[in-house]
């Protein structure tokens, strides 16, 4: 904690002004290291922009029919053309966005807190409990996790819902895992030793010394499963296993659009567009992340588990 | 080593069992009725009631779990009646399909993956390196469904050079079974025709699938062959006077291949994924649209038989490769 403490004492005033200049101070060097760090981190910023102002940014309402305007090539009216009910398909793609957002931070708030949960109490409790919890890791990741969140979103009945619940309980074990590790390597070290020496309780080294330092592996781990959760629950839907139309979650536009690629691509191609460029961005963040808050990881198994 | 190696398979075993245990939990917990469901719509209820007694569903869930091991240890899956056939028929049938595709797969994403890799190493932190690293997390990025319409759309539709689908063009007869491979068999039997036929139809596939594939393998290969560049003997070698492809062919490559077996693991999970969205895309008839015709219709012991299949390998991959690395890597025997 000592390195910690005397950045503390560093710290300016703060002041709204201060601190985003420290911020953009503190983000430059990571956009410096690689381009592909500046394109991953636009990328984000727009896909979350597009997902909060959506509805003030697109020109109509994705729900709005129109008959007198069906499957209409790309034009200055519809920029990405329309769909054979006459919606237009740019503001669906960025009500599209907001879905995968909320979807994203639906998973992985699940997932990370259940499994970081069960990952601090296997590691810190050892012996039976942490056999017991570990096992049960091992039988999910059995699974190629894409199979696993197909059938059980299958059993539960296709839904966006189910999808999401699907993919959590996919996602899980990775973070018990990864938190697992972290957190027996930690615990022998000099500051948990002696935070234990000073009597201090279990809950409190979780909370104090133990949730900090594991957060920096954490949010590498989590940068990079946003793509891979937002490309799933697509695929998931696709296949019919997940959205279910009119909803406007890329998936789901794709698989719409699908029987009429032959005379309207662009119903198909622009959301495929949309949901690539969009993982693209997640992803290259994320790698850029791992990059460089650790670089010891680089090249290793550790992070970026994607299946 | 072997009583690494020993807890390795008790393990194993543990986790097949685990496998049984959540694919039966998860066909016994479907939402329809699967008695109605073969019974047909237009069944009376009380055949239904039949049905439903003599498939034991009315049973307890343990004593169905237990007549289902007991099925299982004697290799049988039950019966599909989506198919009207024995789900392990069934999978004896698409399986080979699928080992076909991804087989292919495989092999091409590990070649560009070796080539993008260490064109990367070589060229660390020049644009070559940043392009590669570019290229790698597309190939993970790309949508499987969407980059499949999409080659189908410009190949099939607009320029009309390869298939849209399946495995051989209709009125194609397959070759004499042998390996379930086509294009082995055509070529084992001398069938040339059949082999061009089943290799266009595998081209647009296989492309889609080796994406990930190739994503996930370039880092792997770039972050090894760096490594072994920096290590004594290719020092040596280079000093030696050894030309550069001799000294990439004999010493680095050869160190660098090691750690790829490690993500043959990871590579297996990736494809199954594949397979599931590319053979539904593709009207491919391998285990993963099996799995999917099962899961939508509901056909529960095919969905079981598909999904504990996949598994075991997956499982069984691992086991391998765990083995595998700890026969390559002293440093991991002898601890």
Redesign the interface.
């Given at each position: 904690m000592t390195g910690q403490d005397a950045a503390r004492q560093d710290r300016l005033p703060r002041t709204a002004a201060s601190r985003l200049r420290r911020t953009a101070r503190s983000v430059q060097p990571f956009l410096a290291e690689?381009?592909?760090n500046g394109l991953g981190a636009a990328i984000v910023v727009l896909v979350l922009l597009l997902a909060v102002f959506g509805p003030l940014i697109a020109p109509q309402n994705p729900d709005q029919v129109n008959l007198a305007a069906v499957l209409q090539p790309p034009s200055v009216q519809h920029w990405f053309g329309t769909d054979s009910l006459g919606r237009d398909i740019f503001s669906q793609v960025i009500a599209g966005a907001r879905i995968s957002v909320e979807v994203a931070v639906i998973i992985l708030s699940l997932s990370v807190l259940f499994g970081t949960a069960l990952g601090i109490i296997s590691g810190l409790a050892g012996g039976i409990v942490d056999e017991i919890i570990m096992?049960i890791t091992?039988?999910f990741l059995?699974?190629?996790?894409?199979?696993?969140a197909?059938?059980?979103a299958?059993?539960?009945?296709p839904s966006l819902q189910h999808t999401v619940l699907a993919l959590a309980v996919v996602f899980w074990p990775w973070y018990t895992r990864l938190i697992r590790g972290q957190v027996l390597s930690l615990r022998e070290r000099e500051f948990v030793l002696a935070a234990r020496v000073a009597r201090a309780g279990p809950m409190w080294i979780a909370t104090r010394h133990l949730a900090r330092n594991v957060l920096a592996i954490l949010i590498v781990q989590v940068s990079l499963d946003v793509?891979y959760a937002i490309?799933?629950t697509?695929?998931l839907s696709?296949?019919?296993?997940g959205a279910q139309p009119p909803s406007p979650e890329w998936?789901a536009l794709?698989a719409n659009g699908?029987s009429y690629?032959?005379t309207a691509?662009w119903w198909?191609?622009f959301p495929?567009v949309a949901?690539?460029l969009t993982?693209?961005g997640f992803?290259?963040l994320g790698?850029g992340l791992r990059d460089w808050i650790d670089p010891r990881l680089?090249?290793?198994?550790a992070g970026?588990?994607?299946? | 080593m072997g009583t690494v190696i020993a807890r390795r398979l008790v393990f194993t075993v543990f986790v097949l069992w685990g496998v049984t245990l959540v694919t039966f939990l998860l066909s016994r917990v479907v939402p329809g009725n699967p008695a109605r469901l073969m019974a047909g719509p237009q069944a009376s209820p009380s055949a239904v009631a039949h049905i439903s007694r003599f498939y034991g569903l009315t049973d307890p869930l343990y004593v169905q779990y237990g007549r289902y091991m007991r099925d299982l240890a004697q290799g049988n899956l039950g019966f599909s009646f989506l198919t009207r056939r024995n789900v392990r028929t069934d999978i004896a049938t698409f399986l080979p399909a699928t080992i076909e595709l991804a087989g292919y797969a495989l092999l091409l994403g590990f070649v560009l993956a070796l080539i993008t890799g260490t064109v990367a190493a070589y060229r660390r932190g020049k644009a070559a390196d940043a392009a590669g690293r570019l290229s790698a997390i597309a190939g993970l990025s790309l949508p499987v469904f969407w980059l499949a319409l999409l080659l189908q759309l410009l190949f099939h539709t607009e320029l009309g050079w390869l298939p849209l689908g399946g495995r051989l063009s209709p009125g194609m007869s397959p070759p004499p079974h042998i390996t379930g491979l086509l294009t082995v068999d055509s070529l084992l039997t001398g069938n040339f025709a059949i082999f061009v036929n089943a290799a266009e139809h595998l081209v647009l596939p296989v492309v889609v699938l080796a994406a990930g594939v190739y994503g996930l393998m370039v880092r792997i290969m770039r972050t090894s062959v760096i490594d072994a560049l920096g290590e004594e003997y290719v020092r040596t070698a280079q000093a030696k006077g050894l030309s550069r492809w001799r000294v990439l062919r004999r010493h680095v490559l050869r160190n660098a291949l090691l750690p790829a077996v490690t993500v043959l693991g990871l590579e297996f999970g990736l494809l199954a994924a594949g397979v599931f969205v590319v053979e539904s895309v593709f009207q491919w008839p391998g285990i993963g649209n099996y799995a999917f015709q099962a899961i939508q219709a509901n056909d529960y012991n095919a969905t079981i038989g598909a999904t504990l299949v996949i598994a075991v390998v997956y499982v069984v991959i691992n086991l391998i490769v765990d083995i595998v690395y700890l026969y390559l890597d002293p440093r991991i025997r002898y601890t």
């Open positions: 690689s381009r592909l096992r091992d039988l059995a699974f190629p996790g894409f199979i696993l197909a059938a059980i299958a059993t539960l009945g793509g490309l799933a697509s695929s696709f296949l019919g296993l998936g794709i699908r690629i032959q691509w198909t191609v495929g949901l690539a993982v693209l992803n290259l790698d680089r090249g290793s198994l970026g588990v994607q299946e | -």
